[in-house]
């Protein structure tokens, strides 16, 4: 697979998201043998970056990706984050990147992935009650003390970023951003004004891209896109975008591409320095997933992309509740 540079670090066109593998999703936990598989074949077929964080379980993701790189972990970029849970108990809820509270993040996570260093760190969302200076404080302490490599941001905006690149290099901002979750393109300028990369979570709009959803009877129960925090999911919004997924679906069947495919290959087209890390736990879907990085999309491909699914085409809000996203 080709290479891509975020920042200074160089990793696979296309990553892994591991989360769905023990969190939040329909099947989460239910076969950790097949999720370790799939990690295995990802390396195989040359993805280098996997993603994973401390709050997916919590801890059991990252347990569980330790687990699959014992005995592989060269030639991984190793990421996780932390700042979304409270190791001392100080915040009932939301976020905490006290400093004291990352030295005990990191420390943890390091033993549940079972390495000596994580390679790229990313606080997992903004926490307004500690200045992003201080953040990068610590941060950029861990780097020196070999604990961490790279530092990242997820969904951090435009003066966030700036502010804590003039502290450490960021390497990274995570953010969703796909072809009907666009607002990345308003920081995309600023990134490459700074020399960091763009790693998109959710590439596949949550699953729903690939059209394999199309109700929520597809979804299990207790899957959290059943519930009020995922709105692109229900009623009347799930029907609407159910349109725009058939679209998706015509131009991808004229490229010989599945609907997936085709939506990664967009993202893929926004530039070198973007790396999207779709989410599974089945090596089917990962193979997929991996061959879309051979989807070449010309100028035609994009403009009738862009006219299928205009930036405001999407009904419903990306989260119900979208206060923990910097802005």
């Known amino acids: 697979m080709r290479t891509a540079k975020i920042g200074d670090l160089e990793v696979a066109r296309i990553g892994l998201g591991a989360m769905g593998m023990s969190h939040g999703y329909s099947g989460a936990g239910s076969d950790d043998d097949e999720s370790i598989r799939t990690i295995h074949r990802a390396l195989e077929l040359g993805v280098t970056l996997i993603d994973t964080a401390e709050v997916y379980g919590p801890y059991v993701n990252e347990e569980l990706v330790g687990r699959a790189l014992r005995g592989r972990r060269d030639g991984v970029v190793l990421a996780t984050k932390f700042g979304l849970i409270s190791h001392d108990g100080r915040v009932a809820q939301g976020p905490d990147s006290s400093p004291a509270n990352i030295r005990t993040a990191v420390e943890g996570s390091l033993e549940r992935l079972g390495t000596d260093r994580i390679d790229l760190y990313y606080q997992h969302r903004v926490d307004p009650g500690t200045p992003i200076e ?74 729903l891209l690939t059209g394999a959803i199309t109700s929520p009877d597809a979804l299990d129960s207790g899957d959290s896109r059943r519930s009020s925090y995922f709105p692109r999911f229900s009623g009347a919004a799930l029907e609407s975008n159910l349109a725009l997924v058939a679209k998706i679906r015509e131009l991808a069947e004229a490229k010989h591409a599945t609907p997936g495919q085709l939506a990664l290959a967009w993202v893929l087209a926004q530039g070198e320095d973007v790396v999207p890390i779709p989410g599974t736990k089945r090596v089917v879907y990962l193979e997929e997933n991996v061959a879309a990085a051979g989807v070449q999309l010309g100028e035609d491909d994009l403009s009738a992309l862009e006219q299928a699914v205009p930036r405001d085409a999407v009904t419903g809000a990306r989260y119900g509740d979208m206060s923990s996203i910097d802005a």
């Open 134 to 207: 201080d953040v990068m404080g610590v941060l950029a302490e861990l780097v020196g003390e070999g604990k961490i490599r790279y530092v990242g941001l997820s969904e951090a905006w435009i003066d966030t970023v700036r502010r804590a690149h003039a502290v450490h290099p960021v390497t990274a901002l995570q953010s969703e951003y796909s072809l009907w979750t666009r607002d990345q393109e308003q920081i995309l300028p600023v990134l490459r004004e700074l020399g960091i990369g763009l790693v998109p979570y959710s590439p596949l709009g949550r699953g």
